[in-house]
């Protein structure tokens, strides 16, 4: 097995995510309206979703765990969504009270998703994935962002 782990960087990624976000709120707290950790963190959880996607989840499937990935599929349209609308709320700068509700409801929806991906599907991940797929989903979490236009299968 190479080192670094695709397991562990994709869970560095979810404790990340969620720090950033959690910031967004914690800023609200304080009475400061700071969008950019929420924008930072939300690029971050579309890019994840992407390399899951794109490249890890094709070949969770080949190995056998149709279903699995399609409850994360269908969980993922609706964190796309959730997410849509939280950028959407602290754009406006409207109602502190609806962003963190905005907030709390994609944060519940991002702790069971993850919990699922962390116990089900990222354990199998280093020995399903072939040598090529973890180079390129190494460069992604590296160095690449969301392709233009990209958006998560349950929603395209
Ligand atoms: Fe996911
Ligand atoms: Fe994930």
């Known amino acids: 097995m190479t080192d670094p782990r695709i397991a562990d960087a994709l869970e560095r ?5 969620d720090a950033g976000l959690a910031e967004f ?3 609200l707290d304080g009475g400061e309206w700071r969008t950019q950790p929420l ?15 794109e490249m890890l989840f094709p070949a969770l499937r080949a190995a056998g765990l149709w279903g699995p990935v ?3 599929l269908r969980e993922h349209g ?8 939280l950028e959407e709320v602290a754009g406006e700068q409207v ?7 905005v907030y709390r409801r994609l944060a519940a929806l991002l702790e069971i998703h993850n919990d699922k991906e962390e116990a089900i599907l990222y354990p ?3 020995t399903v994935v072939d040598e090529a797929t973890r180079s390129r989903i190494e460069h992604y979490l590296e160095h690449s962002t969301l392709p233009p236009g990209w958006t998560c299968q349950a929603l395209a």
């Open 70 to 72: 399609a409850v994360m």
């Open 95 to 101: 109602s502190d009270d609806n962003a963190r509700q």
């Open 124 to 126: 199998q991940s280093d």
């Open 78 to 85: 609706e964190i796309w969504s959730a997410l849509d609308e």
């Open 39 to 53: 924008l930072d963190a939300a690029a971050a959880l579309r890019r994840h979703i992407y390399i899951e996607e």
């Open 25 to 27: 709120t914690a800023a």
């Open 13 to 17: 990624e979810h404790r990340e995510i």
